[in-house]
DNA sequence: ACATTAATTATGT
DNA sequence: ACATAATTAATGT
């Protein structure tokens, strides 16, 4: 038996993989069909760049599997993340802002899993399938509502609140439940928490250790574990 | 109220 | 054994 040449690097992808994701959900198997079989699929490392800021848009991602981390690198060479991007969702989406090179860079913040295609589909991928255009928009506007938050978050609260304000909003979007607690479903550093929160690894491993000290969150190297999540609300400053 | 510096210890391959 | 991550104390702005 002659193996039949196949586009893809992997096994056929399933159908079932796009069904239930917003994007997608209003197609029938037929268009979803399609749109596989113009999609790449590839693993990554965590820690893998999949774009930079900068580059040719060439392709728009979907994340499969995994998590990723938006990041911006200042001219000094420090790090900015932007967001946390969880599995379902779609980035690289330059199209969808207007524009033709990416606008931050791509990290993978635990082993991922994504779907890309040309960007020159974009167009019709909006024209020809009903709900993908709308639900694209609601989340491109989702995630500037979120950045918008830590604008105001940034400049009105200390940093005990803001990093408070950041697990919080990991453990509401990555959380996963253990027995006591939520963890945050991917590993992090304190480094991490640090460039989203613009304070030093120092301090947010100061303040973790106080806060496990009183119980409201359980850390390891590279996890954490909120078990307090009431307390951590207090501590952010949220109003009630 | 924080960052920075530096020294030390813990943890995962 | 080695590199990476986390802690802790001291000092600086």
């Given at each position: 038996m002659p193996n039949r040449k196949r586009t893809n690097a992997y096994a056929r992808l399933d159908e079932s993989l796009l069904r239930d994701l917003p994007p997608f959900s209003l197609l029938d198997d037929v268009?979803?069909?399609?749109?596989?079989?113009?999609?790449?699929?590839?693993?990554?490392?965590?820690?893998a760049t999949i774009f930079e800021e900068g580059d040719e848009a060439e392709?728009?991602?979907?994340?499969?599997d995994g998590y990723m981390r938006v990041v911006r690198i200042t001219p000094e060479g420090e790090h900015v993340?932007?967001?946390?991007?969880?599995a379902g969702q779609l980035f690289g989406i330059?199209?969808?802002?207007?524009r033709d090179t990416y606008p931050a860079t791509?990290?993978?913040?635990?082993?991922?899993?994504?779907?890309s295609w040309p960007m020159r589909h974009w167009d019709d991928f909006v024209a020809k399938y009903e709900g993908f255009a709308a639900q694209t928009y609601k989340?491109?506007?989702?995630?500037?509502?979120?950045?918008?938050?830590?604008?105001?978050e940034m400049a009105?609260?200390?940093?005990?609140?803001?990093?408070?304000?950041?697990?919080?909003?990991?453990?509401?979007?990555?959380?996963?439940?253990?027995?006591?607690?939520?963890?945050?479903?991917?590993?992090?550093t304190r480094q991490d928490l640090s460039e989203m929160t613009g304070s030093t690894l120092h301090t947010v491993s100061r303040l973790l250790s106080g806060w496990e000290k009183q119980g409201i969150v359980e850390s390891g190297r590279k996890r954490i574990t909120v078990c307090q999540p009431h307390q951590l609300v207090i501590l952010s400053g949220a109003q009630v």
């Open positions: 268009q979803i069909r399609e749109i596989l079989d113009l999609a790449r699929s590839r693993r990554y490392d965590a820690g392709r728009f991602y979907l994340l499969l993340i932007a967001l946390h991007i969880p330059a199209k969808a802002l207007g791509s990290v993978t913040a635990a082993d991922s899993v994504a779907l989340t491109v506007g989702n995630r500037v509502g979120e950045m918008n938050n830590r604008i105001v009105t609260r200390q940093v005990e609140q803001r990093i408070a304000c950041a697990m919080l909003r990991l453990i509401n979007q990555t959380g996963r439940k253990v027995e006591n607690g939520i963890e945050i479903d991917f590993p992090i």
